[in-house]
């Protein structure tokens, strides 16, 4: 099963994910196979970039998004 998900980046407290399309049996960093967006939790209001023609690819192809990725969407899509 493959998931949409956050991958995280940054230093400690600093926290900066990536979004990906990843296996979902394999490490929160470990290896993904596509990069569809950014999530800056830090900046105030946060920064959220999603190429959300990629999102629609991967969830047409059976891609589950965990939950905290579904509340970006619905975010990027209002």
């Not at 967006?37 to 969830?59: A, C, S």
């Amino acid at each position: 099963m493959v998931r949409i998900r956050l991958m995280r980046l940054g230093a400690k407290k600093k926290p900066f994910y990536r979004v990906v399309v990843a296996d979902a049996k394999a490490r929160r960093n470990g290896p993904f196979i596509e990069i569809i967006g950014t999530y800056n939790p830090k900046t105030d209001p946060p920064e959220v970039n999603l190429n959300m023609e990629r999102v629609n690819y991967w969830i047409d192809k059976g891609a589950q998004p965990s939950d905290t990725v579904k509340k970006l969407i619905e975010r990027v899509s209002a």
